[in-house]
């Protein structure tokens, strides 16, 4: 608990307020007030509550008989402490005050939030299963899952966290040393849940409309419990929506939190501890949600490739990625041709348009490769080449042509030449693209050939001097892709990969 404890510096008549003291905390000075001490005279000392006052008055008069002159103070230099006493203990209890008041707003929040939580699993999960328990399901069970995510997971683990919630607003001493910091960084197992399920609803929000509208049985479900008292006029959808937003409100309440703690105290250390797993928590949902975003960007791009031939097509991958698009002029004998190119995170692709894109939706300038989507329709596939056949050392951008930049791509026995409006810089945004790719896909091969070796050393054992053979490059089949499923990066336009995602990506 903290305390308020006045010590007197030297014989100077200083006088310092200090709190704190319990075990694992140091004190903290919370003022210095100055007074004129009276060395010689016994008769003014600091009152005394009960009865034994005057033998203590007597012990310490005999102590500074024995010791030297006492360190006292005059009426007026008593009567200054006491007010400065109380100025720190009322400067200290608004601090406390301004505290309570936020906690108590995320208590009121959370509270509402649980109820939300309760209505779905009560009103719309517990029924849809017991349907199916009976054998006359409403709607498969998949289904349910795909609607409710985790939503009976997220609700146990916010009954726990808002149980000690209360607990703390009910214990004073523990609130003043420790605020709710320890209770966020107890519970961060929920955090853990909220990226799958705000990824996942955006699934969600359309597998319910569309159920709903191919199944009568089910609509009608649905309004039936939206018609309940206790929905206070709310839809399901609305309730879906309130774990997608909660993350964000917890980091508003704690940032104004931290804003009544003194800095650089251990109460300030954990609370931002705490706000910073917020963060990382929104950081690892917006990176998800821009990779979800991204594989769906590029399975419409995919569907309106036409290949010569089946066995010219891309292989299936789910890890696959596009990192950059726009539209190029490919050299090829001096001749230029003009083609979209797409860089994927294992392929470079040369496709043709077929239907001839408008003035509105062609990409401004057409110069970079974060420049907006492909025009719509079918692409021509005229060309492939996998990064693997690349070579990273060999991206020299080549001098410009005019106002168009020229770069062009080397690897075993080819060379691919390009030309892009927008001059030199142009041309330079399109080498550092291929070149995060090429990064990223031989990081990601050396890894794959690393992990393989390893497997294969476990089992067997190592051979005395034997040295695996191979390369990474070879260890990659032409059949896969080993990216993974990145996150794209925040800085660039539609959905694109940074470096340091495909590297911290899980091998």
């Not at 069970?141 to 609700?155: A, K």
């Not at 190119?341 to 894109?357: E, I, T, Y």
Request: proline share 7%.
């Amino acid at each position: 608990m903290d305390f308020l404890q006045p010590t007197l510096i030297d014989g100077e008549g200083t006088v310092v307020f200090s709190r704190g003291g319990e075990e694992g905390r140091k004190r903290e000075s919370i003022a210095t007030f100055t007074f004129a001490p009276i060395p010689t005279s016994p008769s003014v000392i600091l009152p005394e509550d009960d009865d034994r006052s005057s033998s203590k008055r007597a012990a310490s008069t005999s102590s500074t008989s024995a010791s030297g002159p006492s360190k006292q103070w005059d009426a007026a230099g008593l009567a200054k402490l006491v007010r400065a006493q109380s100025h720190v203990r009322r400067f200290l209890a608004q601090k406390l005050s301004k505290r309570l008041k936020v906690v108590r707003e995320l208590e009121q929040t959370e509270s509402r939030y649980i109820s939300s939580m309760r209505l779905l699993v009560k009103l719309f999960i517990e029924p849809l299963e017991a349907r199916v328990t009976e054998g006359r399901p409403i709607i498969e069970p998949q289904i349910v899952l795909d609607i409710f995510s985790c939503i009976r997971e997220l609700l146990e683990l916010h009954e726990a966290f808002l149980q000690r919630l209360v607990t703390r607003l009910g214990n004073l001493s523990a609130f003043r040393a420790n605020t709710i910091a320890d209770i966020f960084l107890l519970h961060t197992k929920f955090l853990l849940l909220y990226p799958f399920y705000v990824n996942n609803f955006t699934v969600a929000s359309a597998t319910l409309k569309k159920v709903k509208a191919n199944n009568p049985e089910f609509a009608e479900f649905v309004r039936q419990r939206e018609r309940r008292s206790e929905m206070k006029l709310q839809d399901v959808e609305s309730l879906l929506l309130m774990p997608v937003q909660r993350i964000p409100q917890y980091t508003l309440l704690l940032q104004d939190l931290l804003k009544q703690c003194k800095p650089k105290t251990s109460l300030h250390a954990d609370l931002s501890l705490a706000l910073q797993h917020l963060r990382d928590c929104l950081s690892h949902i917006n990176e998800q949600k821009r990779d979800a975003e991204n594989a769906a960007q590029l399975e419409v791009r995919l569907k309106h490739f036409v290949y010569r031939s089946k066995k010219d097509a891309l292989p299936q991958s789910r890890k696959r990625r596009l990192l950059g698009e726009g539209p190029v002029t490919f050299y090829q004998k001096s001749k230029g041709k003009k083609l979209w190119l797409f860089v994927l995170s294992d392929a470079l692709v040369m496709a043709k348009p077929k239907k001839k894109p408008n003035k509105d939706t062609s990409p401004r300038g057409a110069a970079s490769p974060s420049s907006p989507q492909a025009p719509a329709g079918d692409h021509k596939v005229e060309h492939i080449v996998y990064l693997k056949e690349l070579n990273m050392l060999s991206i020299p951008s080549t001098a410009p042509v005019g106002d168009e930049g020229r770069f062009s791509v080397h690897g075993r026995g080819l060379k691919l030449e390009f030309g892009v409006k927008g001059g030199p810089r142009a041309a330079e945004a399109w080498v550092r693209t291929i070149q995060l790719s090429l990064l990223a896909y031989q990081h990601q091969a050396k890894r794959k050939f690393l992990k393989t070796t390893m497997r294969r050393s476990v089992k067997s054992g190592p051979a005395p001097g034997a040295v695996p053979s191979g390369s990474p490059r070879d260890a990659q089949g032409s059949n896969s892709a080993p990216l993974p499923a990145v996150p794209s990066s925040p800085s660039a336009s539609g959905a694109r990969a940074s470096l340091s995602d495909l590297f911290s990506s899980r091998g």
